[in-house]
T-cell receptor
Framework: GEDVEQSLFLSVREGDSSVINCTYTDSSSTYLYWYKQEPGAGLQLLTYIFSNMDMKQDQRLTVLLNKKDKHLSLRIADTQTGDSAIYFCAESRTGANNLFFGTGTRLTVIP | DTEVTQTPKHLVMGMTNKKSLKCEQHMGHRAMYWYKQKAKKPPELMFVYSYEKLSINESVPSRFSPECPNSSLLNLHLHALQPEDSALYLC?????WGTGGVLAGELFFGEGSRLTVL
């Protein structure tokens, strides 16, 4: 994950919007992903975006991709306590049969 | 069915034991993966099987031995592990295995097997 970076922690109040950011360095990214991991559980795929798109919306989730700046973000509208988890961004790259994960952002939602 | 099922959920073993982790998917996916995840860290790739053949081994010690008996099953055989091997072991699968070997589309993860080595 050394080429994919995220801030480690984010706290928001219930009902506010959360924005989780991710930066990557490899220009051969093909798809970019957001995964959610609750304590003791596996990774749940939330959404993903093809690298030639700049936005994708899915209910409360909005993904923004700035390919020029290699910056990906996940916005969660009306954040709920059930959204508290670790969020990982990940990328797939041309020629690599794997995902490259970010360091993960722990989101804490304060009631 | 978009599930990847892993068993057991928890495993405690001694350093001289031999045990196995199992993973199953019925989505028709032809690529299956083993990841290792330590606490508060991202998953680290261990092995990738593509069409039941080992295609990636990320320099994993031989005390971990993967096996893919058929396209739906993936095992990880464990022998003579060390306490530092304690971690969450995640299985994943993907249907997209495009030209050039690029992962395209969704990678589905199981809930993981939490391994403790005493």
């Amino acid at each position: 994950g050394e080429d994919v970076e995220q801030s480690l922690f984010l706290s928001v109040r219930e009902g506010d919007s959360s924005v989780i950011n991710c930066t990557y360095t490899d220009s051969s990214s093909t798809y970019l992903y957001w995964y959610k991991q609750e304590p003791g559980a596996g990774l749940q795929l939330l959404t993903y975006i093809f690298s030639n798109m700049d936005m994708k919306q899915d209910q409360r989730l909005t993904v923004l991709l700035n390919k020029k700046d290699k910056h990906l973000s996940l916005r969660i509208a009306d954040t709920q306590t059930g959204d508290s988890a670790i969020y990982f961004c990940a990328e797939s790259r041309t020629g690599a049969n794997n995902l490259f994960f970010g360091t993960g952002t722990r989101l804490t939602v304060i009631p | 069915d978009t599930e990847v099922t892993q068993t057991p959920k928890h495993l405690v073993m001694g350093m001289t034991n031999k045990k196995s982790l199992k993973c199953e998917q019925h989505m028709g996916h032809r690529a299956m993966y083993w990841y290792k995840q330590k606490a508060k860290k991202p998953p680290e790739l261990m092995f990738v099987y593509s069409y039941e053949k080992l295609s990636i081994n990320e320099s994993v010690p031989s005390r971990f031995s993967p096996e893919c008996p058929n396209s739906s099953l993936l095992n990880l055989h464990l022998h003579a592990l060390q306490p530092e091997d304690s971690a969450l072991y995640l299985c994943a699968s993907s249907s997209q295995w495009g030209t050039g070997g690029v992962l395209a589309g969704e990678l589905f993860f199981g809930e993981g097997s939490r391994l403790t080595v005493l």
